[in-house]
């Protein structure tokens, strides 16, 4: 499997270095000569490769066509956004990555724009953040189809409704299955017998619809309940 | 028409001058202070933000524009709002200006209309060096044809 990874940051070199150590051919394409000098003492010199990778000469240079997977991390996004769109549609790339800097830009990273996974940092890094500080809040793992499924995951609030009850028993809206429970940092298979407990982390796939009723069942308990 | 210029450098500056006389003009930038170089005369709008943001767009009236220039500094921007206002947004005429010129093919490929300062001035330039019937007719580079011999 062929990777090229277009800018060459601290995400893109660490990339670069833990797929060639995994035996993936790997380029990694960067032009700032700043980036440059310190790539070339991260990562294995052959692997970098010196130029602009919005430019299409640059990008046939390092044979983008052959890529099964293109990787555009640069710090700009519109940068990003231009190699995503040239591979893509001048070089039908057919997996492309891209990051997304700014979460005000993240509207534009979609396959119009070439990009088929947006991974937008300032989103990531927060939603890391709020599930380590969470007690009773439901976070998106992952979205499905442009989010009308998901994956999500919520440790049961103290009191909640949930608690002590079998998983036979919960009325459990139709479209949720029960996926995992992580119970002291353990999984815990789901099975209609097991009993819920205070502090369980539920993962779930679910609609927009199951996720409210599984967050009454498993949050905070609401007033008459 | 209802025109939107995003880059209000020395190019985004000229354009929106010379268009706002017979037309409503929008100009976006990322900084404030670059308003400032657009003077008094100025009757258009200004608006302030970053050219990606769906938001600024919207407030420059990108969904009911006629026409786009993006003429910003970097051409990756240039050829993204271009294609944002064509694409997304179905702007009927939009032109990008690019710095680099070995782009432009790839940009026709994507249907994204580009103008080439660079060689646009060396062909202008050419011609003004090379052909008799072309004269220069005012001290601010602009030139006329004129038929031979007057």
């Known amino acids: 499997m062929y990777v090229l990874i277009v800018g060459g940051g601290r995400t893109a070199s660490h990339l670069a270095s833990q797929l060639h150590g995994e035996g993936y051919e790997v380029r990694l394409v960067e ?41 555009a991390l640069g710090s700009e996004d519109a940068d990003n956004l231009v190699a995503a769109t040239l591979a893509r549609h001048l070089y039908g790339v057919r997996r492309i990555i891209s990051r997304v800097n700014n979460p005000r830009n993240a509207w534009l990273f979609t396959p119009e724009f ?78 209609g017998v097991t009993v819920l407990k205070e502090g369980d982390e539920i993962l779930a796939l679910v609609d927009e619809t199951a996720r409210a009723e599984l967050e009454k069942l498993l949050g905070r308990p609401g007033p008459g309940v | 028409m209802q025109i939107i210029v995003v880059g209000c450098g020395r190019v985004g500056v000229e354009l929106a001058l010379a268009l706002q006389g017979e037309h409503q003009v929008t100009v976006v930038d990322a900084h404030a202070r670059a308003f400032d170089r657009l003077g ?103 030139w006329v044809w004129q038929p031979g011999g007057s």
């Not at chain 1, 970098?48 to 890529?67: H, I, M, N, S, Y």
């Not at chain 1, 991974?119 to 998106?140: F, H, P, R, W, Y």
């Open chain 1, 31 to 71: 032009g700032r000569p700043n980036a440059l000098a310190k790539l070339h003492r991260e990562v294995p010199t052959e692997l970098v490769f010196e130029g602009d990778g919005t430019e299409p000469q640059v990008l046939e240079a390092v044979e983008v066509k052959r890529a099964d997977v293109l990787a």
């Open chain 2, 40 to 142: 008094t005369t100025f009757r258009g709008r200004c608006v302030q933000g970053d050219a990606l943001d769906r938001e600024v767009l919207l407030r420059a009236g990108i969904e009911t524009a006629d026409a786009l220039a993006a003429v910003t500094a970097s051409d990756n921007v240039n050829a993204i709002v271009a294609r944002i206002a064509g694409a997304v947004f179905h702007v009927e005429r939009v032109a990008a200006r690019l710095y680099n010129p070995g782009r432009a093919p790839v940009y026709d490929k994507l249907n994204i209309q580009t103008v080439s300062s660079s060689s646009w001035g060396a062909h202008r330039l050419e011609e003004l060096l090379t052909r008799p019937d072309l004269r220069p007719q005012a001290p601010h580079g602009r």
């Open chain 1, 114 to 191: 070439g990009v088929d996974v947006a991974l937008n940092q300032a989103d990531v890094m927060a939603n890391l953040i709020k599930e380590e500080m969470s007690l009773g809040d439901m976070m998106t793992m992952l979205k499905l189809r442009r989010g009308r499924y998901s994956i999500v995951e919520e440790k049961i609030y103290p009191g909640a409704q949930a608690v002590g009850v079998a998983i036979q028993e919960l009325p459990l809206p139709p479209n949720c299955i029960i996926s995992g429970i992580i119970r002291q940092g353990e999984l815990v298979l789901p099975r």
